[in-house]
């Protein structure tokens, strides 16, 4: 274990922290609406269905705008400044929200969560490229998953704490500030113990730097050069559009089901906000887990050499896309008298889902190390902007959220995405390029 396992365990932090003040607003959103549910001494605001669609999509407004510029932010100011960039604009504008919404309303709520989604637009680039400069190839899979499960992390915290937080004497508005107290924390920590590549680390060893340094095959002054950007082979590459279609379903996927899950627990199973909110939050606990599962899985395939680099990827990814997809259309067909079976099925097909990053992320590095950074602000631009469309669809079909056939709609066409896009990755996908670098 060295500073390599640090970088990892901070970006891990990085992507939790970052994913809570994203993903809040679900629950959240319904403690503002439906004050019974939660500490009735707060704000109550009477928004609409087609609003609060409004709201929870606004934040892929900004998000799909500053993916592409992040790229090329990452190899002006290096993946450091970047991602402490956006992880102190999250801080400060998770502290503003309570006070904008009670001044504007929910166009000001919208406004917010714009600049919300600009600013965390610069983080997946900026970890990618943080990734490849710390990852030697024996280690990628596993500084990968350790980044990775900080997404389930936060997306468990933020749906088990804000429940609780909400019911509290801080009411909705703590969710805010205290997603602002612990992004400011990992600011911090980021400001002390990162580096932007091994040989700028005051921490670490010089034997960790040259095995780091040289199983990249990188020569003394690498990191001061200025690498051409490969534009011609990226855009005339089949595997990066297969990437890119699998990613966008997965996009689609995770947009759909984060944001709308508390929705449909309450709306179908007739769950409050408490228990709303920690049901919500088991899909993620099992998610958190499993990609841990599928590293033990991967590791042992690599190491007794049963598959190619590029077959275990495309596996694994069709593991974590296929089920998920199939247990989606299952979950539609329930209704509360079934609600135990419903969290179950729902918890499993998030474990089984676990994989993709392992199955299909880390693939950017694998492509390209030197350019990570700027495929994955390519591929994670275009495929959000399904994302954008996501609640607002949900917003058009389902008018009664307590209506099962509309969740079935939902659910039916997220499912078909999901195994469309994983057809196209196994067909047309792979690792084994010609090196861009």
């Not at 943080?130 to 915290?157: F, M, Q």
């Not at 492509?367 to 607002?392: K, Y």
């Not at 999901?418 to 047309?428: A, P, R, S, T």
Request: glycine share 8%; aromatic share 10%; net charge neutral.
């Amino acid at each position: 274990i060295g500073i390599r396992h640090l970088q990892a365990g901070l970006l891990f932090l990085c992507i939790c922290v970052n994913y809570i003040g994203r993903n809040n607003v679900s629950v959240a959103l319904v403690a503002m609406t439906n004050a019974e549910t939660t500490n009735p001494d707060f704000p109550e605001y009477d928004w609409s269905e087609v609003e609060r669609s409004y709201i929870l999509s606004s934040f892929y407004w900004g998000y799909v705008v500053t993916q592409f510029p992040a790229g090329f932010l990452v190899r002006r100011i290096g993946a450091k400044n970047v991602l402490l960039i956006c992880t102190l604009l999250t801080a400060v504008l998770c502290a503003l929200t309570p006070y904008f919404i009670s001044w504007g309303g929910w166009q000001a709520f919208c406004a917010l969560r714009v600049s919300l989604g600009l600013a965390q637009g610069l983080m997946f680039p900026g970890l990618l490229a943080h990734i490849a400069k710390w990852s030697p190839p024996k280690d990628r899979n596993r500084i990968g998953v350790i980044t990775y499960a900080g997404a389930a992390c936060g997306l468990l915290l933020a749906m088990a704490i804000s429940g609780l937080i909400a019911e509290g004497p801080m009411g909705w508005p703590g969710i805010y500030y205290i997603t602002a107290g612990i992004c400011g924390v990992w600011c911090v920590l980021w400001c002390v113990l990162a580096a932007d590549n091994a040989p700028s680390s005051r921490w670490i060893t010089p034997q960790e730097c040259q095995l780091i340094e040289r199983s990249m095959k990188r020569e003394d002054g690498f990191h001061n050069q200025s690498i051409p950007i490969p534009w011609r082979a990226i855009w005339t590459s089949v595997p990066f559009y297969a990437l890119l279609t699998v990613s966008s379903s997965q996009s689609w996927t995770a947009s759909t089901l984060n944001q709308q899950t508390p929705a449909y627990m309450r709306g179908v199973l007739e769950m409050d906000i408490k228990s709303n909110a920690l049901y919500s939050a088991l899909p993620y606990l099992a998610m958190w887990g499993m990609s841990f599962v599928y590293l033990i899985i991967a590791d042992l395939i690599m190491a007794k050499k049963w598959m190619t680099l590029n077959m275990m990827r495309k596996t694994i990814n069709t593991v974590s896309a296929w089920g998920p997809a199939a247990l989606l259309v299952w979950v539609g067909f329930l209704d509360k008298e079934q609600s135990a079976l419903a969290i179950a099925l729902m918890t499993i097909k998030s474990g089984i889902g676990a994989g993709d990053g392992l199955g299909s992320i880390i693939t950017v590095i694998d492509m390209t190390p030197n350019h990570a950074g700027m495929l994955m602000a390519i591929v994670n631009g275009l495929s959000t902007i399904l994302s954008l469309l996501t609640p607002l669809v949900v917003g058009v079909v389902v008018t009664d959220t307590s209506s099962r056939e509309q969740w079935q709609i939902i659910f039916g066409v997220t499912a078909a995405i999901l195994f469309v896009g994983n057809l196209v990755y196994i067909i047309w996908g792979s690792t084994d390029l010609q090196r861009w670098d």
